[in-house]
């Protein structure tokens, strides 16, 4: 059995998003692993990941697409554009600006996942990193500021 998220709806009370930047061919056990091990970093499970999101240049990526699917969450992609006011002032790439036109991927998709499903959305610490993807976790108030 997949350890999804709609397993257990309402079994762990802090609900978070990642935001998940690759380079292309990242398989889905890569993608999993970190995301696994970024949620342990913050006594985080599966049970309490509502969202995943990256930038629309990896709409194509099968492995972040295996990864929503095995975990049974709807994929979000966000466009550079919507991803400029949530950029921060470091972890700017200039190898992410001129592959998918934002200069960060992982925070910025983890920060505006968040603040479409809810209010207040911060981070989570700082991004992790494998040999091939990135990872950034969000939380955010259900309830309006």
């Known amino acids: 059995m997949s350890p999804t998220a709609s397993d257990h709806p309402s079994a762990s009370p802090t609900q978070v998003v990642a935001g998940l930047g690759c380079r292309r061919g990242c398989s889905r056990e890569e993608l999993l692993e970190l995301l696994i091990h970024s949620l342990a970093r913050h006594e985080l499970t599966v049970d309490n990941l509502v969202g995943v999101a990256s930038i629309a240049h990896k709409r194509d990526e099968a492995g972040l697409h ?23 002032p470091t972890g700017a790439s200039a190898l992410s600006q001129a592959t998918t036109g934002s200069p960060a991927v992982a925070e910025p998709c983890a920060l505006a996942l968040a603040a479409r499903m809810g209010a207040l959305a911060r981070l989570l610490g700082e991004k992790d990193r494998s040999a091939s993807a990135t990872c950034a976790l969000a939380i955010f108030d259900r309830e309006p500021a």
Do not use: N
């Open 66 to 88: 295996a990864l929503a699917e095995y975990l049974g969450l709807e994929l979000v992609f966000f466009s550079p554009e919507q991803l400029a006011g949530y950029q921060m």
